[in-house]
């Protein structure tokens, strides 16, 4: 494959090998748009088969990085990064810091952040030799554990879900299916019971559920059985793809509306959701809590100053007005929800694109 021809390529500004022998390190960076502002996303680690399943991987990561923080109206653009491994056996202190080393090469174009297969620990032993790293635990910047703010962005988008389609002003009598009760699921269980919502619930580790049902007073159902339930919202919060030809058949939901990545298998379920009359809340922008934290923490290492919970909140309830914004526009234009998220995050970075253009004078 020539990378010029994937169909992920997608007019990605740069895109980085990088190779250490010393500590076995191989890594991928895509930075797909600084347009808004530096590109900030994750590092995978990950045992990929091939170099191009990699590079594949991290191309359409780093697109979608793109549009998820120009929908939460933050100054940065969309990048990716990952590490051709496993992370259970191949991680190491001087791993990171080479991996750091390359960071600091591509000047701040770049900003990489925990992901799957990577951790606090691993981001903080990189912070010792760049300062393009964010997600950091401790010190005045640090933005700490994004979960918590990803679970109020859900939580409110689940709101506004209630009160558009079934005119609530809260949850009462509500019934949300929700998959996966990790970080993210498990508070955002305690919101929506806080606020009236009965709960199915499902998991694949038992103490998580059990922890969660014990809260809230869940019902618990076997992992293939929470597509069956009869519930007003299915929440997926676990893996990618569980919106898929087979699953969509047996929802009986009126909305979805979770925090889980790639939530749709393909573009073409969103538009047999909008067809079948089924509200699907685009993952990206109802996620988008956990990279308005981070955002707080890169303001704080530009500027000098500490995380901002004030700033975050400001963020997320924009966030949560372009939301709405998003259903209104669905349904005034018959149009999937999903073609109106990437519409409006795809004219905001050509707006910044044109005026950076502009400023350079090409
Ligand atoms: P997590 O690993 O803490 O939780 C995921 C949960 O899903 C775990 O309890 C796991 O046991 C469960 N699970 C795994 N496979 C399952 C299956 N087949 N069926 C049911 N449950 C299963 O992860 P998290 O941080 O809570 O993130 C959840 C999702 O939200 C992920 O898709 C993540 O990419 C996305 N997300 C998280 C954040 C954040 O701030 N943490 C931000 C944006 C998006």
Redesign the pocket.
Known sequence: MILFDSPNFANHEGVHAFSDEKTGLKAIVAVHSTARGPAVGGTRMWNYATAEEALEDVLRLSKGMSYKNAIADLEMGGGKSVIIGDSRTQKSPELFQAFARFLNGLGGHYYAAEDVGTSVEDIAEARKVTEYVLGLKDGPEASGD??PV?AEGVFRSNLVVARRLFGKSDMTGLTVAV???????AYLCEKLHAAGAKLII????QD?LNAVAAKTGAEIVS?DAIYDVQADIYAP????ATLNPETIKRLKVKAICG???NQLATPAIGDALHEMGILYSPDYVV?GG?IINVASEMNARQNGTAYDPAWVEGKLSRLMETFEEILVRSEQENRPTYQIADAIAEERIKVAADKKAAALKV
């Open positions: 994004p979960s990803t998959q996966g009760v990790g970080h993210v699921g499902t998991d694949v580790n998580n992992p919060c676990a893996l990618g925090a889980a990545n996620n956990g």
